[in-house]
């Protein structure tokens, strides 16, 4: 009786092309400009969400750490406003 070793058959694989090197990207939290266009992400900058259909709540109900967080960005998002109109 033949043991696995005798009866498997050696096989060679070489490369058909060289692999080019993938991106690296790092963490997401450092993104910037950059990685962001080589993965093709487009803002459309002055587009409103409408947050009510997306998370299906009225914006009364949303939760308080969420109405805090639009508060701050409105208010950031104004005083860039009048900064650059100034």
């Not at 490369?15 to 459309?44: C, I, R």
């Not at 997306?54 to 967080?69: A, D, H």
Request: aromatic fraction near 4%; proline fraction near 2%; charged fraction near 35%.
């Amino acid at each position: 009786m033949a043991t696995r070793g005798e009866t498997r058959q050696k096989q060679v694989v070489t490369p058909d092309e060289l692999k080019e090197e993938e991106e690296k990207l790092g963490s997401s939290s450092q993104w910037g400009k950059e990685q962001l266009d080589y993965l093709g992400v487009t803002f459309n900058e002055g587009v409103r969400i409408d947050l009510n259909t997306i998370l299906n709540v009225e914006e009364s109900n949303w939760p308080e750490e969420l109405r805090i967080c639009i508060i701050l960005h409105r208010n950031i998002r104004t005083d860039e406003c009048r900064c650059q109109k100034g």
